[in-house]
């Protein structure tokens, strides 16, 4: 089995988890793309990394699903080997409103996408990684947003919510399996030029904002993944439980 380290990113056929996924192969990461629908755009990523000289599969997978995740990481298993580092990254938001336009059925959609997808896969990387079970460690980066804080009034409250859970669920796992090699943190990106902004129904929404970020400005794709890097990287061999804020200063 090969030593080198390997990295499962969700919804990593762009935006955030695109430029994590490149950046981490950069750093002698094997890579898993996994991703929704996006084949095209997942294999252009994989293209990428591979024309640099970087080990990279892609994997669909709805990690909303058990059944999905746990096909996720049997590929890895077998196709790259021990996993090192998890980034939780797939996530979704859906059209900006008040909380009573927000149907049972769209919360529900929007806590199975960004919560329990981010709780199936961290309970496959534990059983793998953990010193308790047989593994040797690693590392889990889990993405949640400056909106866990602001709770997105008038936008979605369902979606800060779901974030608001991921922040509780890296502190709790992170104590959780502290003593077992694995450190668990988190990321918490205020606003980002991705397609993301296009499924609230704003594609502009970053430019409409950015007068309100303390730097004038909205943030890269990349300066998240670089967030996202240092966390899962032997530097920050000392941080679990802990987050960064790549904001601007909001
Ligand atoms: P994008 O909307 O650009 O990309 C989302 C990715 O998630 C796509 O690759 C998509 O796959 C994948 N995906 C969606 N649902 C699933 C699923 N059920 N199973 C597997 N993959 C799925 O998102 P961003 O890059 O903007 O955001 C990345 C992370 O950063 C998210 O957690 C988001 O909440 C967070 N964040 C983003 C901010 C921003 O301003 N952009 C700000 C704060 C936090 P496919 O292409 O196949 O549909």
Not at 102 to 124: D, G, H, P, W
Not at 212 to 222: A, E, S, V, Y
């Amino acid at each position: 089995m090969s030593a080198q380290k390997v990295a499962l990113i969700t919804g990593a056929s762009r935006g955030i988890g695109a430029e994590t996924a490149m950046l981490f192969a950069q750093h002698g990461y094997a890579v898993c793309i996994n991703y929704l629908s996006n084949a095209e755009a997942a294999y252009a990523i994989k293209h990428h990394i591979e024309q640099a000289g970087g080990r990279c599969i892609t994997v669909q997978a709805d990690v909303s699903l058990a059944d999905d995740v746990d096909r996720l990481f049997a590929t890895v298993d077998s196709e790259l080997g021990s996993i090192s580092a998890l980034v939780n990254n797939a996530a979704i938001l859906a059209a900006q409103c008040r909380l009573e336009d927000i149907s049972e059925q769209r919360f529900m959609n929007i806590l199975r996408t960004n919560v329990l997808s981010c709780f199936l896969c961290c309970k496959a990387a534990v059983q793998r990684m953990s010193t308790r079970q047989g593994g040797t460690g690693g590392a889990i980066v889990n993405l949640s947003s400056a909106a866990s804080k602001s709770g997105s009034p008038n936008e979605y409250i369902d979606y800060a919510a779901s974030k608001g859970a991921i922040d509780t669920l890296t502190r709790g796992l992170a104590l959780e399996v502290a003593a077992e090699g694995i450190r668990v943190n988190a990321v918490r990106p205020g606003l980002i030029y991705t397609e993301m902004h296009a499924s609230g129904g704003e594609a502009l929404r970053v430019d409409r904002l950015k007068s309100k970020i303390p730097m004038l400005r909205g943030g890269r794709p990349k300066e998240v993944a670089q967030a996202i890097l240092w966390l899962a990287s032997e530097h920050a061999s000392f941080v679990t439980g802990s987050f960064i804020d790549p904001t601007g200063g909001l």
